[in-house]
């Protein structure tokens, strides 16, 4: 079993999804039941399906000295950090640690991949890229986290995850453990994935791809619907940041059952989960809200459903959001994260949008419509391809396990 770990204080966060930019927009659209999700109005063919598209991302302008990193995931990333007084937060982290001392650590699944698709289908009569698309920069993985490391001074450790659906999930652990080991004083973290070619055709491929709204945990659902964001947060010591919620547990596990179905018990997530409880001294009893992985997908709802089933008593409420945002593959760890955070801080238990017929397999703690109760403990499940599975455990500054 993991030793209990030393809570982290989340100092400050921000998200952007297709429920709008920043928190505010993000609690709004939760507290009132709105879904992002519109058809589909990007791919370069048709496909029909719903989207999680971010408004205005293609209209951000990035500052001159950042000019060679322009694309859209790093336009999406400017945005993001152009939320919340997160800049402002960083600034002083930054004069107080020094700009070695805090760690960059971003979660992606495609980076700037979008970028790469363009150049590729603009080849000038050479076969080569054209002259405004020959920036090697932005055609590498390492593109989101090189840029955000310009664009916030940073000088730390910087980490590009990539590990599916998990990325920005498996970032806040990889901070605790630079955090405890006294690599660094801080930790930046989050992620971001834009919506491309790539990823709306290739789970389409997959037949993963629904030709409507998902429909997360309801008994008609037929897939997912894919989203963009952005989300940040920064970590640090708890004894600097006293009124701020914690960061009380994280659970990894990677049990490569399949490249694209989940394990069929859920060994991979339930052992993510216990590591989580573990970390945090937390009792199942003890969790008020889980923000679930919850794809609309058939495999995956059906084996988190029988996970919170069996772990959970009733009174631990349960939901997915990604009936509002979309699946936004890396950044659902950091979205999500918010959002759990979010239910903390105005004690509210986010509705499971799109699950109008409950699949019978759901038990007592879905929560199918908001409910506003105090919630002092929130799980995060976030749940990639290859078995690749992560959860984080949330507190409310002051709860003691």
Known sequence: MPMLMTPLAVAAYTATS????????????????????????FSTAPLPCWIGRVDDVEHVVLPAA?????????????????????????????TRYGSTRIALLLGTSTASIGATEEAYRRLDADGG???????????????????????????GPCLTVSTACSSSAKVFANAERMIRLGLVDAAVVGGVDTLCDSVLFGFNALELVSSDRCRPFDSRR?????????????????????????????????????????????????LALSDALARAGLEATQVDYINLHGTASQKNDEVEAALVNRRFPSSTRASSTKGHTGHTLGAAGIVEAAVALLAIEHDLIPGNLGGESPDPACGASFAWRNEQQRVDVALSNSFGFGGNNACLAFARAGFAA
């Open 129 to 155: 890229f054209a002259d405004d698309m020959l920036r090697p920069a932005i055609h590498t993985p390492h593109s989101l986290v090189a840029f955000v490391a310009a664009a916030l001074k940073l000088d």
């Open 222 to 270: 037929d897939g997912i619907s894919i989203g963009e964001a952005a989300g940040f947060a920064l970590l640090e010591r708890a004894d600097l940041a006293p009124n701020a919620p914690r960061l009380l547990g994280y659970g990894e596990a990677s049990d490569a059952h399949h490249m694209s179905t989940p394990h069929p018990q859920g060994l991979g997530a339930e």
């Open 18 to 41: 297709a429920l709008g930019h920043g928190l505010a927009a993000q609690l709004d659209a939760l507290q009132g039941g709105r879904c992002g999700l519109r058809p589909n109005d």
């Open 66 to 94: 950042l000019a060679a990193w322009d694309c859209r995931n790093n336009q999406l990333a400017w945005l993001g950090l152009n939320q919340d007084g997160f800049l402002d937060h960083v600034r002083a982290a930054r």
